[in-house]
């Protein structure tokens, strides 16, 4: 769940009460993206700290792994922005992309909708566009190249350096 705090840093009694207490909120401020429960920020440099944070949403939603945490997500999503800064014409594909999905979300945006089915029918009707496509197809890349997740996910990295994979048991598979 996404909290956003208005401009004085208060939330209301109804923001407070739609988080939850286990939910993990990230606070959105005027240059940052901040997740205090889990001790991690990013600092917008070309972006909007609303649209990082909806990339970070859209990012779970393309890549769902519940054993990672947001700041993983953050992470990757963080080459959005550094392309934005370099590049005016990403920047506003990447602006727009996440207008749009707000748009298409409704009263509440991308980030307030609840379901993450909702989320991923919005996802399907722009798959072919080419905010998606950019945003996916970085993300691939900036998610699972992140080594302090490979060994969530069993990955032990490249063999090469330790000596390949025939002296170090890729046949010992006792399943099959």
């Not at 005016?88 to 993450?116: F, N, P, S």
């Not at 566009?129 to 990955?155: C, H, T």
């Not at 032990?156 to 000596?163: A, N, Q, R, T, V």
Request: with cysteine; hydrophobic share 45%; aromatic share 10%.
């Amino acid at each position: 769940m996404v909290t956003i705090l208005d401009k004085t840093g208060h939330m209301s009694r109804r923001q407070l009460l739609k988080s939850g207490a286990a939910t993990a909120a990230l606070i959105i401020t005027g240059t940052a993206v901040i997740c205090p429960d889990q001790a991690w920020g990013l600092e917008a440099t070309a972006l909007k700290p609303d649209t990082l944070a909806t990339l970070i949403k859209m990012a779970r939603d393309i890549y769902p792994h519940d054993q990672l945490a947001d700041r993983f997500y953050a992470v990757a999503v963080k080459g959005q922005d550094m392309m934005a800064a370099k590049d005016e014409a990403h920047k506003a594909l990447i602006e727009e992309g996440v207008a749009d999905l707000d748009r298409r979300a409704g009263a509440g945006g991308y980030r307030g909708l609840g379901w993450e089915d909702d989320r991923v029918a919005i996802l399907r009707e722009i798959e072919k566009m080419p905010f998606f496509q950019a945003v996916r197809g970085d993300m691939v890349v900036s998610l699972y190249n992140q080594k302090e997740i490979w060994p969530i996910f069993g990955y032990e990295g490249e063999s090469y350096s330790k000596g390949g994979y025939i002296e170090r048991g890729f046949d010992d598979i006792t399943w099959l």
